[in-house]
């Protein structure tokens, strides 16, 4: 009975490198969410994605970023040129797509820009 | 635009009382509205929700109130255990939409 998977847990990254973060969600959803969490702040919406298509990235800076979530695999989120105000918990979250249903968060990736 | 918001950043509450966590938002189209609980290094955990056609939801020890006219939520914890500590995050979300809006959470501290 998997959760939400998601890794690496911890990514250390130096400025100008690419960050790939990963997320599986739960068996049988197909709508899939990235959230950000600075410190002290609360989850800031980030892309909305259903199998191969972004439904929703006005959350998401237009440069560098960039989301994916293929028919097979893992949804991508990949972060180019990595800056040292991208350190923050990433949150992936999946729900079936039903009305109100709550979503189902992994644990996050912590990205960490050196 | 914070249209969810928790003004409280934290509470501190002694074992066995009440916890009383608010949340108020500023969308009238909102209509389904949920509780997360938040554990360091932990992604948020989903406790209880509440929608619009309800003024309170119960599971537990744990009560939803929900006040449409004023536009605010409060989250009840009865009696407090310690295990409760965590960071309590509220959303909302309109029906047939997909983007669920966040608070900025409530630091709670359940004192032994």
């Known amino acids: 009975n998997a959760g939400v998977m998601q890794n690496p847990r911890h990514l250390v990254r130096r400025r100008g490198q690419e960050a790939r973060l990963r997320c599986s969600p739960v068996?049988?959803?197909?709508?899939v969410y990235w959230y950000r969490q600075l410190p002290e702040e609360g989850l800031k919406f980030m892309v909305y994605l259903q199998k191969e298509n972004i439904i929703d990235e006005s959350g998401m800076p237009k440069e560098r970023f960039s989301a994916e979530f293929p028919k097979e695999g893992p949804s991508i989120l990949r972060i180019q040129q990595v800056v040292r105000g991208d350190s923050a918990a990433y949150f992936c979250?999946?729900?079936?797509?039903?009305?109100?249903?709550?979503?189902?968060f992994g644990n996050g990736t912590r990205l960490t820009v050196t | 635009d914070q249209q969810v918001k928790q003004n409280s950043p934290s509470l501190s509450v002694q074992e066995g009382r009440i916890s009383i966590l608010n949340c108020d938002y500023t969308?009238?189209?909102?209509?389904?509205f949920l509780w997360y609980k938040k554990y360091p290094a932990e992604g948020p955990t989903f406790l209880i929700s509440?929608?619009?056609?309800?003024d309170k939801n119960e599971d537990g020890r744990f009560t939803v109130f929900l006040n449409k006219s004023a536009k605010h939520l409060s989250l009840h914890i009865v009696p407090s255990q310690p295990g409760d500590s965590a960071v309590y995050f509220c959303?909302?979300?309109?029906?047939?939409?997909?983007?669920?809006?966040f608070g900025t959470g409530t630091r709670l501290k359940v004192l032994a």
């Open positions: 509440i929608s619009s056609i309800k």
């Open positions: 979250a999946s729900s079936p797509g039903s009305s109100n249903s709550p979503l189902h």
């Open positions: 969308n009238s189209m909102f209509d389904y």
């Open positions: 068996k049988g959803h197909s709508h």
């Open positions: 959303a909302a979300i309109k029906a047939g939409t997909y983007k669920y809006i």
